[in-house]
């Protein structure tokens, strides 16, 4: 999330921002041996390790995979979080992508603080994770200040297939300047201007991009694209009717992008 512009309304997002961080690690479920085999989705097996980040901080992430696939990833899609949320946020994502067959890390960043997000350092970490997993190529994907996260990854990544950011938040203009000078596929799923996406401010971003394609999604609001949100997220950002359903629509775009940049091979002789 980003944070608004009024005081008032400022002083009360970090407020909740911090009661968020705090409850959704107590909230989270622990990592299951498999799940999604239920109508007619293919198992998906999570795991729970944690890294080193860049500044010797406890990199915690869950490794989503096929149950069928590879257990190391040659395709890997990192996810970043949200301002001061979690990976417990970013699960559906994570669950989504893994079932349309790819290997999916969902991170929870260790450097931001609530008066100083460390976006690059967040985007360094996501790297890493990429690194310590081994991955050949990688699609990094972020909600809101974890899109610019997503987006700091990639440009500094070789392995870089593409960028997806969910509603992104630029931040003192440097998502501007590394979009400017990103030469692979960014893909921006954006809803209406918000207080909580700063106006829409990652459009600007998404238009420095050559090779930007943007994906509207005019009725939702910023935690619709958090899968699953809580209700401090809507308390603080606004609610609109038909929030599950525009999630799903959200989702099934997030996983389609994902395809369009590392489509999956048929296998020989199907």
């Known amino acids: 999330m980003s944070l608004p512009v009024r005081p008032i309304l400022s002083a009360l997002l970090l407020c909740l921002a911090v009661a968020a961080c705090t409850s959704t690690a107590l909230r989270e479920e622990p990592p299951q041996g498999g799940s999604g085999a239920q109508a007619g989705r293919p198992a998906v097996v999570v795991t729970e390790e944690a890294i080193q980040g860049n500044r010797g901080c406890r990199l915690d992430y869950r490794l989503y995979s096929p149950a069928s696939a590879n257990p190391k990833p040659d395709t890997l899609v990192v996810i970043g979080h949200g301002f001061l949320r979690s990976r417990a946020r970013m699960a559906g994502h994570a669950q989504a992508i893994a079932a349309a067959g790819y290997h999916s890390a969902s991170v929870t960043f260790c450097n931001s603080r609530i008066w100083d997000g460390r976006h690059r350092d967040n985007g360094r970490d996501m790297v890493r994770l990429a690194d310590a997993l081994d991955a050949r190529r990688v699609v990094y994907l972020g909600f809101s200040a974890g899109g610019l996260a997503a987006l700091l990854a990639g440009q500094q990544d070789p392995r870089t297939l593409g960028v997806v950011a969910l509603d992104l938040v630029d931040r003192d203009g440097i998502g501007l300047a590394a979009a400017r000078g990103f030469d692979r596929p960014l893909i921006g799923l954006v809803g209406p201007p918000s207080e909580c996406n700063a106006g829409n401010n990652g459009l600007p971003v998404l238009a420095a991009s050559q090779h930007s ?58």
């Open 213 to 270: 394609q943007v994906h509207r999604f005019p009725e939702a609001t910023h935690c619709d694209f958090e899968a699953p949100t809580d209700w401090l997220c809507d308390r603080v950002c606004g609610t609109r009717p038909g929030g599950e359903q525009r999630r799903a629509e959200i989702l099934q775009a997030t996983a389609e992008a994902v395809r369009s940049l590392a489509p999956i091979e048929a296998p020989a002789g199907s």
